[in-house]
């Protein structure tokens, strides 16, 4: 162990050692495992060139987060935060290929906020997100949201619709709901469904960049 590794042993504590005796490829397979029970797309190459998660940047963490006491605290931390990113930003991750706006009744309100749009997004790899944006005269804002593949693959077009405004859009609905949307033949063909057949299964991708 390198002297400089041994002196941050020491000014993070005895509790933390564990932390910093895990190496980068460690790190970086603990993370990758985790990210991809929802997000399989996610590769070793995005999270080296686009998190650019380091020994330094886990370094870093440890650091200002004193209460990172085990490895697996760091995990959940840098998993937590390259998920954010990926909403904030899913098109410097995957490049997209077509999106589909849901048609809504302009009256749509809640507290105070109409609905102004509302759409899906499909990337490479069939891999899906949502975005919605409301406000009022004065305000407003948006929200993104990534659709784990597991919600689509093996289900009916019904079944995903429970589960995406259960676990996902609420309380971004803004008024939409399964009965809005479960008639809706185009934004269940721009998902993949058909009658019989769920969407297929998320295939390989290239890193965009």
């Known amino acids: 162990m390198c002297l400089f ?4 042993v020491i000014k993070l504590g005895e509790d933390n050692m564990k932390v910093l005796d895990w190496t980068i ?4 397979k603990a993370i990758l495992q985790k990210m991809n ?8 190459e995005m999270l080296v060139k686009k998190d650019k998660i380091s020994i330094k940047a886990i370094e870093d963490l440890v650091e200002e987060k004193k209460a990172l006491k085990t490895p697996n605290k760091v995990v959940n931390n840098i998993c937590n935060d390259i998920k954010q990113h990926i909403e904030w930003s899913p098109s410097a991750y995957l490049k997209e290929i077509d999106r589909y706006d849901v048609p809504f009744l302009p009256q749509e309100v809640v507290g105070g906020w109409n609905l102004e749009r509302y759409y899906f997004m499909k990337f490479e790899g069939d891999v899906f997100f949502s975005s919605v944006t409301a406000g009022d ?24 619709l429970e589960a995406y405004f259960d676990k996902i859009a609420e309380p971004w609905a803004f008024g939409l709901s399964v009965s809005e949307l479960i008639d809706d033949g185009q934004l269940k063909a721009f998902l993949g469904f058909t ?3 769920p969407q297929q299964e998320v295939t390989e991708i290239s890193l965009r960049k």
């Open 25 to 28: 490829e460690d790190y970086h």
């Open 37 to 44: 029970k929802d997000y399989p797309w996610y590769t070793q």
């Open 137 to 160: 005269r004065v305000a407003g804002a948006g929200r993104t949201f990534y659709i784990p593949p597991r919600l689509i693959k093996n289900h009916t077009y019904q079944e995903f």
């Open 5 to 8: 590794v041994i002196i941050r």
């Open 195 to 197: 009658e019989n057949k």
